[in-house]
């Protein structure tokens, strides 16, 4: 689902976030493992204003499992806790409340302090859109939680859901706006599917994805596309040209001529997009860290 944002969306959304936090104890913020990077948006910092947070990296199973290692260490390296998710089949969905549990631990110590019997830790799921929040919190639920229409501003009476002994969780997840005025960050957010790739060039993403390929996934286009000697890149000019004769190539391959025998270049920009968000590719993740 993609949502239109305009300045006047972004605004409210802010405020309704930050008016919500007065009742959460911990803030989840989920990314997209394939760009852990990209599917953030710095203002979930601002918002949790010194609350404890986790980073969940959701969609393990569409990334590289090194990468997603990797990008689990530096995270940690800058001192934010991190937890690896696939919401589609639960996998690390049951030791999340006990993850939440750890990072309240100081609050806890706090109440208990003042002689206050503590309560559940109250948690909010925030992140941009298509990272997998509705698919994390009817994981965590246990049941399927009613969709809420996909747009800021719009609102339902919310509802805490208990999960297990500890945690109760917002069934209505704080929705986020993509960042992307680095024209890299859009291709991955276009990429993975989280912008509508109207917003962008199609060939362009086509051309980033098999950029990425070729620097790092080589076998995902040999295996895929039958190509059979890999032109190599040198970080000139000539690379653009390098990169349209693959293109060429698998154009061929596919049968995306036009009359006269040219390249549909719109079709074969499609084939390779749809066939790495179907993963036909491999689990490949679009990004490293610094
Ligand atoms: P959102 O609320 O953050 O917008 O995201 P949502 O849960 O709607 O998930 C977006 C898409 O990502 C959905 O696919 C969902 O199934 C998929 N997804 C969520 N978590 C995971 C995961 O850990 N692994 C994988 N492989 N996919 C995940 P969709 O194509 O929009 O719908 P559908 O495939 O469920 O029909």
């Known amino acids: ?19 919500k936090m007065k009742q959460i104890d911990v803030v989840i913020e989920l990314v997209d493992s394939r760009i852990p990077a990209s599917s953030r948006n710095p203002l979930v910092e601002e918002i949790s204003s010194g609350k404890p947070r986790l980073l969940v990296m959701n969609k393990i199973d569409m990334a590289d499992r090194q990468a997603t290692a990797d990008w689990k260490d530096t995270f940690e390296s800058e001192g934010v806790k991190v937890h690896l998710v696939n919401s589609q089949t639960g996998q690390g969905v049951s030791t999340l409340p006990d993850a939440v549990h750890h990072l309240t631990a100081e609050r806890r110590r706090k109440l208990e302090d003042k002689g206050f019997r503590p309560h559940a830790d109250r948690a909010l799921i925030l992140g941009i859109p298509n990272v997998g929040k509705s698919t994390l919190i009817n994981r965590l639920a246990g049941k399927k939680i009613a969709k809420i229409g996909d747009r ?5 009476a919310q509802q805490w859901i208990k999960v297990g002994m500890t945690m ?5 997840p704080g929705i986020l706006w993509p960042k992307f005025d680095d024209p890299r960050v859009g291709l991955c957010l276009a990429a993975t599917g989280a912008i509508k790739e109207e917003l962008l060039d199609f060939q362009e993403i086509a051309l980033f994805l098999l950029k990425t390929m070729l620097q790092h996934y ?21 690379d653009q040209q390098t990169l349209i004769d693959l293109f060429d190539e698998i154009g061929r391959k596919r049968g995306c001529l036009m009359s006269g025998g040219f390249i549909d270049y719109d079709r074969v920009s499609e084939i390779i997009i749809r066939d790495y968000r179907s993963q036909k590719l491999g689990s490949l993740t679009l990004e490293w860290p610094q």
């Open 218 to 238: 080589q076998s995902s286009l040999t295996n895929r596309y039958q190509i059979e000697k890999l032109p190599k890149l040198n970080g000139t000019e000539a």
């Open 168 to 172: 109760e969780l917002l069934d209505t």
């Open 1 to 19: 689902a993609n949502i239109q944002w305009y300045p006047g969306h972004m605004a409210k959304a802010k405020r309704q976030m930050i008016e």
């Open 152 to 156: 800021p501003g719009i609102t339902k």
